[in-house]
């Protein structure tokens, strides 16, 4: 397959480092992905897991050779770190081989409109006042995910749907979880729209998402340990909502247009 070119691209919660990292998917998407400019949202490497245990597997360091060679070739690449890797919020316009760390940046689309790009756990209130509940709920999220992966094998065998996330099932169906993605969005909104920006762009709740909300549009990355889930920007200046399939699927590495574009 050829690679596809994009004017922009942002991926979050990649969560290096951590068992529940998709790295096999996540690399897929990066070799057969190219665009002038690669944001990197935030939850990058896992330094709450790696603090429990030390795991990192030959595929997370082919993950970040593979962002290192994007960032000598040519793209630019820039790292807006989040809570799981709040400790690189101290480099702030450091460069580190090429990748420039911001801890918020402002984003220009070709058609004018400009992106606040930030992690979004700033507009948690758990995380930012309650992290031990942010804690206790990454622990019980990372759980979820390890029953998934115990699932998807047995699944597949009984021909079953195998692309099935668990986590995101438990996400719908638990009422205070929808509402706290609910509260979540709103409180973004509500806090950015006088800013005099056209949106922002955001990751932290693993939950993928491009709508406008009182003339704002909020657009949330998703991430690669759940659903593996990109935004782009096309050259055209349109937003696009991609979830990267997994290799085992019918349609490998397929793009899947989720939302409509966001036109002038």
Not at 27 to 43: A, C, M, N, P
Request: proline residues 2%; hydrophobic residues 40%; aromatic residues 12%.
């Amino acid at each position: 397959m050829d690679n596809t070119t994009y004017r922009t691209i942002w991926i979050s919660d990649l969560h290096l480092g951590s068992a529940q990292c998709q790295a096999d998917v996540l690399l897929d998407f990066l070799k057969q992905t190219e665009s002038e400019k690669l944001y990197l949202v935030g939850d990058i490497i896992d330094f709450w897991s790696l603090s429990k245990k030390m795991y990192w597997p030959r595929e997370h360091n082919t993950v970040i050779q593979k962002l290192l060679r994007k960032a000598r070739h040519g793209t630019q690449i820039i790292y807006v770190p989040g809570n799981h890797d709040e400790n690189v919020r101290d480099y702030h316009n450091y460069v580190f081989g090429d990748i420039v760390v911001k801890n918020t940046d402002v984003h220009t689309t070709v058609l004018g409109k400009q992106f606040l790009v930030v992690h979004g756990d700033e507009y948690d209130t758990i995380a930012q006042y309650h992290q031990w509940i942010a804690r206790l709920g990454s622990a019980g999220y990372d759980f979820l995910l390890w029953i998934n992966r115990i699932l998807r094998p047995v699944r597949r065998w009984l021909g079953i749907q195998s692309h099935f996330s668990l986590a995101a099932y438990v996400k719908f169906k638990v009422k205070n979880i929808v509402q706290f993605i609910s509260d979540y969005e709103k409180s973004i909104v509500s806090t950015l729209r006088d800013k005099g920006l056209d949106g922002v762009i955001c990751g932290h709740i693993h939950h993928a998402e491009i709508k406008e909300m009182e003339g704002f549009l909020y657009v949330n990355t998703g991430d690669f340990v759940e659903s593996c889930t990109a935004i782009v920007e096309h050259f055209d200046g349109s937003l696009e909502l991609m979830h990267w399939l997994k290799q085992d699927e019918p349609a490998l590495a397929a793009q899947i247009a989720l939302e409509a574009h966001v036109h002038d």
